[in-house]
């Protein structure tokens, strides 16, 4: 299994943008998962002390 920041670097140069979603909603797991983070493609909301970094597509 991989691990976040491993998947960081793996995708560091990706610069496909994400499609065929609305939203991502980031949780806990447990048997009552508490949401960590609601991101959608312009906007996002998180709980105290995690912070979300847009990547922007650019254009060659």
Same mark, same amino acid.
């Given at each position: 299994?991989?691990? @976040?920041? $491993?998947? $960081? /670097? !793996?995708? =560091? /140069?990706?610069? /496909? #943008?994400? &499609? +065929?979603? &609305?939203? %991502? %909603? @980031? $949780?806990? +797991? *447990?048997? =009552?998962? /508490?949401?960590? !983070? @609601? %991101?959608? +493609? +312009?906007?996002? *909301?998180? %709980?105290?002390?995690?912070? @979300?970094?847009?990547? #922007?597509?650019?254009? =060659?």
């Amino acid at each position: 299994m991989r691990t @976040v920041k $491993e998947f $960081e /670097k !793996a995708t =560091n /140069k990706c610069q /496909k #943008p994400m &499609s +065929d979603y &609305s939203r %991502i %909603i @980031v $949780e806990t +797991d *447990e048997k =009552n998962p /508490k949401i960590l !983070a @609601v %991101i959608t +493609d +312009d906007d996002c *909301e998180t %709980i105290e002390g995690l912070r @979300v970094r847009f990547m #922007p597509v650019y254009k =060659n």
